[in-house]
């Protein structure tokens, strides 16, 4: 039986959102906290987690080419790495990410329960320009969200190997 972590071709899956997947192709991704989630990922516990596990698996499991953590969500530009002539399925990297983060974050916070929402958003990246809007986008997110006034200063924004 083949392993269903892995993708063979296109495919198109549904579950609250559409999601299309694509060997090869580099995904703009959000994931976020639950609603109703005492976690602000900007603390610097929380968002130092998160930062390290983006960094960690870039080079295994994906290439990371951008990312932010935002207060209720993360942003990243990532392609998954095929090994063995098989790319990972996003939905299972994105999967073993956040359980991994929500139980580093939990241990850290002396708390339980779920962090992050079941489902993320994804998007194929289709072209280069597409991907500079996409960087550009993460980039500026805090900014847009008044958080800081100088993208370059936000602490929680930075590129990887891809990148």
């Known amino acids: 039986?083949?392993?269903?972590?892995?993708l063979r071709g296109f495919e198109r899956r549904k579950r609250d959102l559409p999601h299309w997947e694509d060997p090869g192709a580099a995904y703009?991704?959000?994931?976020s906290v639950r609603r109703r989630c005492a976690v602000d990922l900007t603390m610097p516990a929380a968002g130092r987690i998160?930062?390290?596990?983006?960094?960690?698996?870039?080079?295994?499991?994906?290439?990371?080419?951008?990312?932010?953590?935002m207060p209720d969500h993360v942003h990243a530009v990532i392609r998954p790495i095929p090994r063995d002539g098989q790319v990972e399925h996003l939905w299972h990297i994105l999967a073993g990410l956040k359980a991994w983060t929500a139980r580093q974050i939990n241990a850290s916070r002396s708390r339980s329960g779920p962090i992050w929402r079941d489902e993320s958003h994804d998007r194929i990246i289709r072209d280069q320009a597409e991907y500079l809007r996409w960087v550009d986008y993460i980039y500026l997110n805090p900014v847009a969200a008044e958080?800081?006034?100088?993208?370059?200063a936000w602490p929680w924004w930075g590129v990887g190997r891809g990148g």
């Open 147 to 152: 958080l800081i006034d100088d993208p370059a």
């Open 50 to 69: 998160v930062v390290s596990a983006l960094r960690h698996y870039d080079g295994l499991r994906y290439g990371l080419y951008v990312y932010t953590v």
């Open 1 to 6: 039986m083949a392993d269903r972590r892995f």
């Open 28 to 31: 703009a991704v959000r994931f």
